[in-house]
């Protein structure tokens, strides 16, 4: 159905790069806002913070409100509460802050059992805060990393500037995902947790390979440019240029790219909808993730390298 698609992608780029700007601005602004509130650019979970996780199994169904209630009167305000299935079994998942003490526990089980009746215990684990920073840590040395042998490995096999505007492209995907979720964070509480920076650099990596396909053909028919085409509608002949031979490259790869996204995307919303409550949050990162990249791919990396060449070119003195 795409594959005869053809898309005079430059022609709009202007358009494209303000959708761009609508999608990451508001993005930026949560930013903001969560950077006043929460002292960091989105709201951090227990791996960053420390806290105790709490999977309880209720005889009896239990309400999550009520849970949340009991929680409040112990003085663990703001804990999350979620509903899971584990070994086939609905069981409340409570996220909290540390329970330093056996007796802060006893207190907490106690008002559940007379609130909710009796439960069994499947597991109480605690995160330490000292894990937070390292964790922090080891996620932006990644990124930086990741970035890093990105720059090296596309100028190596393409050009410096294909580098550069593949990164572009990848800073976009990665500003509009951090936005989204900042936004979440500071209107509805969304937390983030290791699996976060998890999505992340799957997102990275699914965008840039994506960006790649298209950069590779525009390479292959970057021999193209300047060689003469009868324009089929008005039948004048002209000289291809290098936006040319990019919307070629385009028109080319876009089934490629939207069904190789489309596949993923589907499989994620029924991981979203389907799946389990404690993975939800990053089902929908990569969500988030993938549709950006796979726009960006298309609609931002190459428009954004026929820019740079055309600036380059107009700074470039002709020769007499």
Same mark, same amino acid.
């Given at each position: ?56 199994? %209720? ?10 209630? @009991?929680?409040?009167?112990?003085? #663990?305000? $703001? !804990?999350? &509460? ?123 990596? %699914? ?10 053909? @525009?390479?292959?028919?970057?021999? #193209?440019? $300047? !060689?003469? &085409? ?91």
């Amino acid at each position: 159905m795409l594959d005869n698609v053809k898309v005079d992608l430059v022609k709009y780029r202007n358009i494209w790069f303000g959708i761009s700007l609508l999608i990451t601005i508001p993005g930026i602004i949560g930013i903001i806002a969560c950077m006043s509130k929460y002292h960091a650019p989105l709201k951090p979970g227990i791996d960053f913070t420390g806290g105790s996780i709490l999977q309880y199994q %209720f005889d009896k169904p239990a309400s999550l409100e009520a849970v949340r209630e @009991v929680l409040d009167e112990c003085g #663990f305000h $703001g !804990s999350q &509460v979620q509903q899971a299935t584990i070994s086939g079994k609905e069981a409340v998942v409570m996220r909290t802050k540390s329970i330093d003490t056996e007796a802060q526990k006893a207190v907490i089980d106690k008002k559940l059992v007379e609130k909710l009746g009796t439960f069994k215990s499947i597991s109480v684990d605690k995160v330490t805060a000292t894990i937070g920073p390292e964790l922090l840590t080891n996620g932006l040395v990644s990124l930086l990393v990741t970035f890093g042998g990105m720059v090296a490995y596309i100028s190596y096999r393409f050009k410096f500037d294909f580098a550069v505007c593949a990164i572009a492209a990848l800073v976009h995907d990665i500003t509009v995902l951090v936005g989204v979720f900042a936004l979440l964070g500071y209107l509805f509480g969304t937390e983030v947790d290791s699996l976060f920076i998890s999505a992340v650099l799957t997102v990275i990596g %699914f965008s840039v390979h994506d960006t790649i396909v298209v950069f590779d053909r @525009v390479r292959e028919n970057a021999k #193209f440019v $300047g !060689s003469k &085409v009868v324009d089929p509608k008005t039948k004048e002949e002209y000289k291809k240029t290098f936006g040319d031979v990019a919307n070629d490259s385009v028109s080319q790869t876009l089934a490629r790219s939207i069904y190789t996204s489309l596949t993923v995307i589907i499989t994620l919303t029924a991981l979203y909808f389907l799946g389990g409550v404690t993975t939800k949050d990053f089902v929908l990162a990569m969500l988030i993730g993938i549709i950006s990249g796979t726009y960006s791919s298309i609609f931002n990396a190459s428009c954004l390298l026929v820019w740079w060449r055309e600036q380059k070119s107009k700074s470039t003195p002709k020769a007499a």
